[in-house]
């Protein structure tokens, strides 16, 4: 998978070159590019961003110089991604779809946002996908954060990505729709707090029994939006009984 990743701010972008998506990097199952934005400006100051039509606080980023840059990046088959607070939510399934995309490209926005006929424009070029997509309800300064998530989020899901691809199964937020079970390591007892005995059994019936509980539990407890969202054949007699 190529991405692409365009921003004024490469250098937010570094993390990336790090742990799991530098070794996704050096293997070559990622093939991760970040560009400056600037690099496609044609003034002296390079300018990216400019006041916004009907007025109101802060500047937009130029059409222009965004067009250049993705004229220059995008092809057949390219998925292009605007984060932005008033996009679609992005979740474990966002990233799923993604994972198995040949090309995604990144505009990250900086200011109030980019001009809205950038993802217009491109919503019409055939072969092209646009989508703008949210990270949660709070408002952070620019997409960069949000395309350091998407990558992770996606990269992990690559093939030969993550060592152990069974830690990608059971995953909360994963096809069960619950949250995680708590996890436990030695030492069995510490700051008097015992691990739960089920889990030292041996009986694997058992535990995995335990693990859903906790996840019902915990998913009823604090996301029960996850729990109406489960399809009635997703919950068993006993489920429903927890
Ligand atoms: N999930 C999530 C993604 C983002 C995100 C993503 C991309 C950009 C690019 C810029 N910003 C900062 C920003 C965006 C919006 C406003 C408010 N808005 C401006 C236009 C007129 C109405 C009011 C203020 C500042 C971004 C923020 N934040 N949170």
């Known amino acids: 998978m190529r991405v692409d990743v365009v921003t004024i701010f490469p250098d937010y972008l570094a993390p ?14 990622l093939d991760l590019r970040v560009h400056d934005l600037r690099d496609w400006t044609s003034d002296r100051h390079r300018t990216v961003d400019d006041t916004p039509f009907g007025g109101g606080a802060g ?16 092809d057949e088959g390219s998925h292009l991604l605007l984060p932005t607070p008033s996009g679609t939510r992005f979740t474990q399934r966002t990233a799923e779809r993604l994972a198995t995309e040949t090309h995604l490209v990144v505009a990250c926005g900086r200011y109030e946002g980019i ?6 424009h491109y919503a019409t070029r055939s072969g092209v996908t646009v989508s703008e997509f949210s990270l949660g309800d709070y408002v952070l300064n ?12 996606v990269a992990r899901l ?16 994963g096809a069960a729709g619950l949250l995680e079970y708590p996890v436990y390591t030695k030492p069995p007892t510490w700051a008097e707090l015992d691990v739960p005995e089920v889990l030292l059994s041996g009986h694997h019936g ?4 335990w693990r859903r509980d906790q996840a019902l539990v915990r998913t009823a407890a604090r996301r029960p939006d996850l729990l109406d969202a489960l399809a009635p054949d997703q919950l068993d007699a006993h489920d429903r009984a927890t």
Do not use: C, F, Q, Y
Request: aromatic share 2%; glycine share 10%.
């Open 158 to 173: 690559l093939p030969g990505v993550v060592g152990n691809p069974e830690s990608l199964v059971e995953e909360s937020h």
């Open 142 to 153: 620019g997409g960069e954060v949000a395309a350091l998530v998407l990558v992770e989020a």
């Open 115 to 120: 001009d809205a006929r950038v993802a217009e």
């Open 59 to 74: 500047m937009v980023m130029r059409p222009d110089v965004w067009g250049r840059a993705l004229d220059d990046l995008l």
């Open 16 to 29: 990336l070159d790090l742990s799991l998506v530098g070794k996704a990097r050096t293997a070559g199952l």
């Open 206 to 209: 058992r535990i995995a029994r």
